[in-house]
């Protein structure tokens, strides 16, 4: 079966085509401009491909239950044009295939379980940390929902003695978005993260935050493994930084060689690489199906 697949981001919207096997033969982006603008882009691509199921893994807040009359909306986001758009209901009418829908970041954490990091884990954290920071849970052989979704990437974190940046989100003033990721950086610092590889403070400050936000994970969903992605995390010095930092947050609290001994192998980049969302998003729509 060929099956589409659509990790919706809040910056660009990755388009792919793959099979049940999880191989993504083709892939594209469009801007995250307004539904009028994208979605006919979307639809166009899709229909010329003959899919014959549709897997979608969203920026949100999303509607996940499926007895609500709302199910399928991107609820409250700040991209105000996508606020309360049924993105699952737009692509159901215009490609007539079944749709299945989930969080990006949970799509990714299914593509990680399936085929990458976390093969053979039954609980799972992926964390991703750019342009904002999203946290997907497999918890127990199935994806994490609950009353809303995880929301994970709005932990409120401790701020370091010193730091005095107000915080670039708009709910809190302390949470690990809103000091750690991408525009916070560029705030913070006057650069991208990109430009900053060199400076040793900025990521000593950025990884101190990140292993607060990872070591709460690891003490209240006890994953088997913790998945670091995004494009904060592509600086190489990051690793062995929140590695270091979250043995000595737990201070040998948890008992176990897998953090002890292992932490390089505990604490991981995406195996997929940029393909985990668009893979995760391909099971999607197999689980829809």
């Known amino acids: ?30 801007p995250t401009q307004t539904p009028k603008e994208t979605m006919p882009q979307m639809v166009e691509f899709f229909k010329n491909e003959g899919i014959g199921a549709l897997g979608i893994g969203c920026f949100g807040p999303i509607e996940l239950n499926r007895n609500s009359p709302a199910y399928g909306c991107i609820t409250s986001t ?52 750019g342009t904002g920071v999203g946290v997907g849970v497999y918890a127990n052989g199935a994806l994490l929902h609950g009353l809303i979704h995880p929301e994970a990437g709005h932990v409120l974190i401790t701020r370091r003695h ?12 302390n949470c690990l978005e809103g000091l750690a990721a991408g525009p916070a950086i560029m705030e913070r610092w006057g650069k991208p993260a990109v ?56 201070n040998s609290y948890l008992q176990n060689d897998a953090i002890l001994k292992h932490i390089e192998e505990y604490i991981v980049p995406p195996a997929l690489g940029d393909n985990a969302g668009v893979t995760g998003a391909l099971l999607l729509a197999l689980q829809e199906v």
């Open 1 to 30: 079966m060929r099956i589409g697949a659509l990790e919706a981001g809040g910056t660009k919207m990755v388009c792919a085509i793959g099979d049940e096997n999880g191989n993504i033969e083709k892939r594209v982006s469009y």
């Open 78 to 129: 700040p991209k105000l044009a996508w606020a309360n758009y049924n993105i699952v209901g737009a692509f159901r009418e215009a490609l007539k295939v079944p749709v299945g829908f989930d969080t990006d970041v949970n799509g990714a954490a299914l593509g990680e379980v399936m085929y990458g990091a976390a093969k053979g884990c039954d609980t799972a954290v992926y964390i991703t940390i």
């Open 162 to 173: 010193g730091d005095n940046y107000r915080g670039k989100c708009p709910f809190h003033e």
């Open 195 to 250: 430009e900053l590889a060199d400076r040793r403070e900025v990521w000593e400050l950025e990884s101190d935050y990140i292993a607060q936000a990872v070591t709460n994970y690891i003490l209240t969903l006890s994953p088997q493994k913790v998945i670091l992605g995004g494009g904060v995390m592509h600086q190489e010095q990051m690793f062995p930084l929140v590695q270091k930092k979250v043995l000595e947050k737990l």
